[in-house]
Nanobody
Framework: QLQLVESGGGLVQPGGSLRLSCAAS????????IGWFRQAPGKEREWVSC????????NYADSARGRFTISRDNAKGTVYLQMNSLKPEDTAVYYC??????????????????WGKGTLVTVSS
């Protein structure tokens, strides 16, 4: 059974960068599309980005496009989210989630079958 563990969160100043990692264990990651979601304090969880199992299809929420980059290394069983030009409104717990699929990726929370426990990103001066 696939298990996902996020890491790389922390405190960063506005304009700074962080790279989040989503490490898989249990099964081979290459059959799974992976999405990143986030939940800010007092707000609902929202989709940030996703990558298909092959890495060929990628999509971003408008809030992330141009600043965040998702990538994956199936050999290492890890998906990354490089976040640049961070803003205070990016402060949230970031979650990765998996969907067993070899076609594209989705932004719907209810489609994801496996979730990590999250990593906290705080953007503040």
């Amino acid at each position: 059974q696939l298990q996902l563990v996020e890491s790389g969160g922390g405190l960063v100043q506005p304009g700074g960068s962080l790279r989040l990692s989503c490490a898989a264990s249990g099964v081979n990651l290459k059959g799974y599309a992976i999405g990143w979601f986030r939940q800010a304090p007092g707000k609902e969880r929202e989709w940030v980005s996703c990558v298909s199992s092959s890495g060929l299809y990628i999509n971003y929420a408008d809030s992330a496009r141009g600043r965040f980059t998702i990538s994956r290394d199936n050999a290492k069983g890890t998906v990354y989210l490089q976040m640049n030009s961070l803003k205070p409104e990016d402060t949230a717990v970031y979650y990765c989630a998996g969907l067993l699929s070899t076609i594209g990726c989705v932004s719907r929370e209810d489609a994801m079958s496996v979730w990590g426990k999250g990593t906290l990103v705080t953007v503040s001066s």
